[in-house]
DNA sequence: ACTTCTCACTTGCATTTTGCAAGTTAAAAA
DNA sequence: TTTTTAACTTGCAAAATGCAAGTGAGAAGT
């Protein structure tokens, strides 16, 4: 598995999550994206073998997870653990200083700043109805 | 400069820090480290290229500076900006973060996670006196 | 004054990660 | 049954990372 540069929390949450990629992932699920189209079309378009390659590690790391495929559909859905959903407060803080600190950065919306990491990983029964 | 994968804040935090070392670079200033030896020797072991070029990009970037060199030194201390210490509640997520989720991590000390904004960029005479 | 040391880097090169473009596979739609 | 679409994989070029060794300038020792 990934070896830590040092018994640092920082560093090594670096370690799992610390590239240009996995927050950017995160912040697209954290606003509602479930399948690998719904990743592959956020703005920032990343290319698809580094959206497969970054999918499969943050599984690995326990990040997110692949829900049983349903009838109807061939692959099941990704949704963030709560491991995955406790990073939050990070992706939070991290917009707060886009915001803050880089000129003309879009706003997120409300509801971004008003997830909290019980939210997700509802663990079964996908009960989004509204 | 820097080129934006989208207006995003995260995604264009990302695109400055959005690295291995940024990060630690930033924790080790705040714990004190001030001069090239003092990052060189924290425990992650970054190596002296990493080091200078992260350096050259964090200063680029106008998160760190370094400071005129004093008589009796060659080169000056390296220090966060309003900037660089604007990310402080960054790292301290991520430090809870790593804390909480990943097994065996270190605890950083009381100051580590007392540390704020407004305790850096002192502009000018360096009035770190106890 | 002259050699030695240390600090702050730079340089060269191998390895790993990232990125683009095109191809594949299976199921859903026409 | 042909065409689309969704979810990837593969190949290869480019960039980032990492190790080891070298450099230059001031500080320290003698």
Redesign the pocket.
Known sequence: MTQFRSGCPIASALDIIG???SLVIVRAMVMGAT???DLLSTPE??????L?ER?RRLEDAGLIRQSLPRQ????GAYALTARGAALIPVVQELARWGETQIPDRWTPPERFYAARPGDFDVRDGDAAAD
């Not at 378009?45 to 580094?50: C, D, R, V």
Request: charged residues 20%.
């Open positions: 590239d240009k990629w399948s690998y189209s378009k990343i290319s698809t073998n580094i497969a999918l109807g559909s061939i692959r």
